[in-house]
């Protein structure tokens, strides 16, 4: 393994870099579709699902994305994403023609769905990194009850608040009393006692009203169940009117007469966040205080959930507050569920924030969204770790061809023989091109030291792709760079040349291309957020949470890349049209010499 100063850090909320080549050739274009070929081997692990009578490579491409795999893979009606290149398994197209739909005949890898032990396989682009990022701290959210204590330690718990309900109107008629901002009933007011018949329900004046209980973390009025429990019946005699299970008093409603029977309904109210239980229940006496004016109260931490009345009509004839104290929390509080967020830089340079809910456990992560943000801080990087030679084409050997803008030089005929010396001058250009395949949805910079598989590559190869590399300033996928490099050469040509004769002198250039097929390993590194719809929030360090191979994105892509390019001087006789090889040599190397000789035609 050669470490080369790649300076592939991918800060996502630093400016961008602008690394300068001879000539650099940018070129965007659409999504790719086009699959890979036919491979008789899929290695590594990953996901899956059954397309069935939808599938499609597209389809597959479009699932894989989805889930931040690389590859996708397709046979029959079963879709795969992985990401390690099947490296030397490609076989012949034909080996892929299993239909990806029963009904549509196929003839080519592209338009089949793998074969008989083999795959179609794609190349995945345009990964929306963010999502990934979030899904997989959502995961270990979901998953992990010591990282969810953990981080609910930075919410601060809520108070439990206490608010009086003023029903010295609203209990003199029909309708509904309550507790303010979805608060619970703790305990009740009375005025004074006006003895026998007259101590009617409109003396009933405030309720003591609390909120719930800290350990539920509960939203207030709009993190509630609630129902209307009917009395009209239960409380027409002597009976206990309660609440099911895991309920609390929020309300009464009464209606126009002024006697203990006209109370027809509870509200009863829970938080979302609390099991359908109560924790402890006791019943108070409230037979002596509730003859008098003054408070009725259940004990600190307990709610009402009921009252029993005796067989009396007046207000004095309630005798019993039934008192709750809260169940446990079933782990679906605000507290359970913050926003998990990354900042980051996309391909436009624009910076956003993308986030997610973190129980959200719908197949599409249905709670997704970015904005976008102008706050560079805490934000989250990419750095490039390793870049791997997935596979690479045999070397391909193009013919010779005519130097381009070289005018063949012309050693004069002359009545005797002589020695022609010529020093020929050409300027070679050569490109290399990066295409990016499989990609993500960020900006990059450039930055530190990363790893190179320079035994796959060679030598030269691993300069020029080193130097390739570091200046790809984006990842996103069907991204293509092409790097174009000009070259002086010359080269000092002699020929013997025989009386009466004339000779050219011409280049040829020769060049064998090879394909890389390359992957690249970037880690996340920065901060994730996690914040409460109380307004509490923390960042946290990405590595704190994910780690190994939980940590890594790749890119995926090919790269062009001129492995030998030869200049050959060839020598023509212009009487007898005889033609050598004088010599050869790289292109670029340099001063070069070159020597040949001719002896006279015969005729």
């Known amino acids: 393994m050669l470490f080369l100063q790649l300076s592939c850090i991918l800060l996502l909320l630093s400016s961008t870099l602008d690394v300068g080549l001879a000539k650099d050739v940018v070129k965007r274009s659409a999504l790719s579709v086009t699959v890979e070929g036919c491979f008789n081997s899929l290695p590594g692990s990953g996901v899956h699902t059954n397309m069935g009578e939808h599938a499609s490579n597209i389809r597959c491409q479009d699932f894989c994305r989805d889930k931040g795999y690389m590859l996708a893979a397709t046979r029959g009606g079963i879709c795969w994403c992985r990401n390690i290149y099947p490296r ?9 023609r ?15 769905c793998g074969g008989v032990g083999t795959f179609t396989v794609s190349v995945v682009g345009n990964i929306d990194v963010a999502k990934q990022v979030v899904r997989r701290i959502a995961n270990i959210w979901q998953t992990s009850g010591d990282y969810r204590r953990h981080m609910i330690g930075n919410v601060r718990k809520p108070s439990v608040a206490t608010e009086n309900a003023n029903w010295w109107k609203s209990f003199d008629h029909k309708g509904w009393s309550s507790c303010p901002n979805g608060l619970y009933m703790t305990g009740l007011y009375r005025n004074n006692n006006r003895k026998g018949d007259k101590d009617q329900i409109f003396l009933l004046e405030e309720a003591e009203c609390k909120s719930a209980a800290s350990h539920l973390y509960s939203g207030g009025a709009n993190d509630r169940d609630c129902y209307k429990l009917n009395i009209w019946d239960i409380w027409n005699r002597k009976n206990w009117a309660v609440c099911k299970n895991g309920y609390y008093m929020h309300g009464i409603y009464r209606t ?6 006209n109370i027809e309904e509870f509200m009863c109210c829970k938080p979302k966040s609390q099991v359908s239980q109560w924790k402890h229940c006791y019943n108070k006496n409230v037979w002596k205080s509730f003859d008098h004016k003054g408070w009725s109260k259940c004990n600190n931490g307990y709610y009402m959930s009921g009252m029993f009345r005796n067989s009396c009509n007046n207000l004095y004839c309630i005798e019993e507050f039934r008192c709750c104290s809260m169940g446990p929390n079933n782990g679906k509080s605000f507290a359970e569920n913050p926003k998990i967020s990354v900042r980051i830089r996309g391909t436009d340079g624009k910076l956003k924030e993308c986030s997610m809910d973190a129980i959200d456990r719908s197949a599409s992560t249905s709670s997704y969204k970015c904005k976008s943000i102008t706050d560079t801080t805490n934000g989250m990087y990419l750095e ?20 381009k803008n070289f005018k063949p030089v012309i050693c004069t005929a002359s009545n005797k023989a002589y020695t022609c010396n010529k020093r020929v001058t050409s300027t070679i250009t050569t490109s290399s091109t990066l295409k990016i395949g499989s990609g993500f949805s960020m900006g990059v910079t450039i930055g530190t030291k990363v790893g190179l598989e320079a ?3 060679g030598v030269k190869a691993s300069t020029e792709f080193s130097t390739q590399i570091s200046a790809s300033s984006t990842f996103n996928v069907e991204r293509s760079k092409t790097h174009v490099q000009s070259m002086a050469d010359q080269t000092h040509v002699t020929v013997d040349v025989p009386a009466n004769e004339g000779v050219m002198i011409n280049l040829l250039r020769k060049k064998v291309d090879i394909v890389y097929k390359w992957k690249g390993i970037f880690q996340m590194l920065g901060k994730y957020k ?24 790749y890119a995926f ?24 090889l004088a010599c050869q040599h790289n292109s670029g190397s340099g001063d070069s010499n070159c020597a040949t000789a001719f002896t006279k035609s015969t005729k």
Do not use: M
């Open 256 to 261: 126009s007469g002024n006697h203990l029977h």
């Open 88 to 96: 030397g398994k490609q076989v012949a197209d034909d080996k892929c």
């Open 557 to 580: 892509g090919k790269w062009n890349y001129p492995d030998t390019d030869v200049l050959q001087v060839i020598v023509t006789n212009q009487n007898s049209g005889a033609k050598k």
């Open 455 to 457: 035994s796959a590559f």
């Open 98 to 112: 299993t239909r990806c739909r029963t009904y549509t005949a196929c003839t080519t890898a592209q338009e089949c």
């Open 384 to 403: 490039a770790r390793e870049f791997k030679v997935e596979d690479k084409t045999q070397p391909t050997v193009a013919a010779p061809q005519q130097v």
């Open 530 to 553: 996690l914040s409460w719809n109380n307004g509490d929030s923390t960042f946290q360090d990405v590595t704190s949470i994910l780690t190994g191979t939980n940590r890594e994105i």
